[in-house]
């Protein structure tokens, strides 16, 4: 039976491209989420490249709220800000949440919880893609078909990169050598004591999709 420290602390890695337009909004609303877990949170928020005001708005709050802002000198991609998070988070229990409030913070309870509980890693994974069009649906089922193909580290379909990691996962991640990384990959790869919950995706209300087919 695992026990969990008493007192953690927290850090929660935010990776962002051209999210200007929602998070001055979506900052606040979190770390005001997090902090009724922890009285130690970090805020790690990683600006991939934007070409707007990201880093901006992320560096005006980055005082009142706390948070580290890491700026990248162009758009390197999710996988890049995440693993950047990864490298610079000090917390027990380390979170990545998407900046556009498509996830739910709601969620971050229940995924401290089934920590708690003894799980080292709790990910979200997305309770159906109705909202999303037949084509990309489609392309996203071949892909998780494709690369789930290789056998020793399946990885969830539609599982989220929304997810709480112990410090051994962690620690593990930082680990690989892997330079072109794919973190679905990666975090499945790595093994542990693992858990999903489903999570209904919002739909995006400002900016939009950095990924497309
Ligand atoms: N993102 C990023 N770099 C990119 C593309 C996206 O850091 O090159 C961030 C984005 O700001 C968001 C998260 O990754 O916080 C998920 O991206 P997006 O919402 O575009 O993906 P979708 O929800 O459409 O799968
Ligand atoms: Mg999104």
């Known amino acids: 039976m695992i026990t969990r420290p008493e007192s953690f602390s927290l850090t929660c890695i935010v990776p962002a491209f ?22 130690r949170v970090e805020i790690i928020v990683v600006d991939d490249g934007s070409a707007d005001d990201t880093l901006a708005i992320a ?17 390197f991609g999710k996988e890049a800000a995440i693993t950047a998070g990864l490298e610079h988070a000090r917390g027990d229990l380390v979170l990545i949440i998407d900046a556009d409030m498509q996830e739910p913070v ?25 909202d999303e069009h037949r084509l990309k649906r489609l392309g996203v089922g071949l892909f998780y078909t494709l690369m789930g193909g290789g056998g020793q580290a399946p ?19 930082n680990r690989l050598p892997e330079r072109n990384r794919f973190m679905k990959g990666l ?7 693992s858990c999903a919950l489903p999570v209904r995706i919002q739909p995006r209300l400002t900016g939009k999709s950095g990924f497309g087919f």
Not at 59 to 75: H, I, K, M, Q, W
Not at 111 to 124: L, N, P, S
Request: hydrophobic share 45%; no cysteine.
């Open 59 to 75: 560096t005006d709050l980055a005082e009142p709220l706390a948070l580290t802002v890491l700026g990248f000198s162009r758009n």
């Open 187 to 193: 975090f499945s790869w790595v093994g542990f004591r």
């Open 155 to 173: 990885i969830t379909p539609h599982a989220r990169d929304f997810r709480v990691m112990d410090r051994k996962v962690v620690a593990a991640l």
């Open 18 to 39: 051209n999210e200007g337009a929602g998070l001055g909004d979506f900052l606040p609303l979190l770390r005001q989420e997090l902090v009724r877990f922890s009285a």
């Open 106 to 130: 709601s969620l971050i309870g229940d995924m401290i919880d089934r920590w708690k509980e003894g799980y080292d890693m709790v990910f979200a994974v997305r309770d159906g893609r109705e």
